[in-house]
């Protein structure tokens, strides 16, 4: 009896617990649908999913970085760094390639603040995972419309660099005994196992953990991004340099945002699309 009660208690405190944007975010997110500065793609256009991919375009050659925000609603530091994103990427330009920026990409889920959508009855509850529908089907469920629509994006753009940004409830290097992989990932950059992945890989781990001190809290490379998720595929289909980043969902948000938006500045630099400071 014990065990259900803490069951039910767990179960009651995920579906009553919500998240409000900071304020920074939210006066981005209200103005998200009007931006006219940048290119706008709306994706799964006249549906009650559309959410807008914003591409920066420097107008000279170079890489693609390809960033993706708000893949699972209840992980708002990958949000929140995605909408911040939209404004230093207006006011910081690239100098070289491009920059393609989806912040909501499963934006009833963050609405709702779940880590996914619900399906109908007898399908199974990943097919509203969007991080668990790649390669996507382009006829299919929600997600697995969005799947496609964002690889076939990735594609047009010729994506060199495949970000998505999470976050996870314990820390990598002090996860307790018996959790399962999801749960573990907190600092962690999960990578595909290919030659681009592992070159931007020393780069971000040698650059970002410099401004950490404790030692728990660094961050750790993990190879082979889990089965059908946007980095395995991005590494698998493109064969490109394709990152999970997953921060640590117990910090202040505004931490976990910082390490989102360090690393994807190590990665644009790493990537020539912004100049190195």
């Known amino acids: 009896m014990k065990y259900w009660l803490t069951v039910m208690a767990f179960l009651i405190s995920c579906t009553s617990h919500t998240y409000k944007l900071t304020d920074k975010s939210q006066q981005i997110f209200d103005d998200l649908d009007k931006i006219e500065s940048v290119q706008k793609i709306d994706m799964m256009k006249d549906t009650?999913?559309?959410?807008?991919?914003?591409?920066?375009?420097?107008?000279?050659?170079?890489?693609?970085?390809?960033?993706?925000?708000?893949?699972?609603?209840?992980?708002?530091?990958?949000?929140e760094a995605g909408l911040r994103l939209v404004?230093?990427?207006?006011?910081?330009?690239?100098?070289?390639?491009k920059v393609v920026l989806i912040p909501l990409a499963n934006r009833k889920a963050v609405e709702n603040y779940n880590?996914?959508?619900p399906v109908p009855k007898?399908?199974?509850k990943e097919v509203g995972n969007l991080n668990r529908c790649y390669p996507g089907k382009?006829?299919?469920?929600?997600m697995q419309r969005m799947a496609w629509e964002i690889q076939e994006l990735a594609k047009k753009y010729e994506a060199q660099v495949f970000i998505d940004m999470h976050e996870a409830p314990y820390?990598?290097?002090?996860?307790?005994?018996?959790?399962?992989?999801?749960?573990?990932?907190?600092?962690?950059?999960?990578?595909?196992?290919?030659?681009?992945?592992?070159?931007?890989?020393?780069?971000?781990?040698?650059t970002i953990n410099?401004?950490?001190?404790?030692?728990t809290h660094?961050?750790?490379?993990?190879?082979?991004?889990?089965?059908?998720?946007?980095?395995?595929?991005?590494?698998?289909?493109?064969?490109?340099?394709?990152?999970?980043?997953?921060?640590?969902?117990?910090?202040?948000?505004?931490?976990?945002?910082v390490h989102h938006l360090g690393l994807v500045k190590i990665a644009l630099e790493h990537a020539e699309v912004w100049e190195t400071e």
């Open 48 to 79: 009650p999913h559309q959410t807008p991919a914003l591409i920066f375009d420097s107008g000279n050659d170079g890489s693609t970085v390809f960033i993706i925000g708000g893949t699972h609603g209840n992980e708002p530091a990958g949000y």
């Open 87 to 97: 404004n230093i990427l207006k006011n910081n330009p690239p100098v070289n390639g």
């Open 115 to 117: 880590r996914f959508i």
């Open 122 to 124: 007898g399908v199974d």
């Open 138 to 142: 382009k006829d299919g469920l929600p």
């Open 171 to 206: 820390l990598h290097l002090d996860t307790p005994p018996g959790s399962w992989r999801d749960m573990g990932l907190g600092q962690t950059l999960i990578y595909s196992p290919n030659d681009p992945s592992q070159w931007l890989l020393i780069d971000l781990l040698d």
């Open 210 to 215: 410099e401004g950490i001190e404790e030692s």
């Open 218 to 257: 660094k961050f750790s490379g993990i190879d082979k991004p889990i089965l059908h998720s946007a980095a395995w595929w991005a590494g698998q289909e493109l064969g490109v340099a394709a990152f999970t980043f997953e921060t640590y969902k117990k910090v202040d948000i505004e931490r976990r945002v």
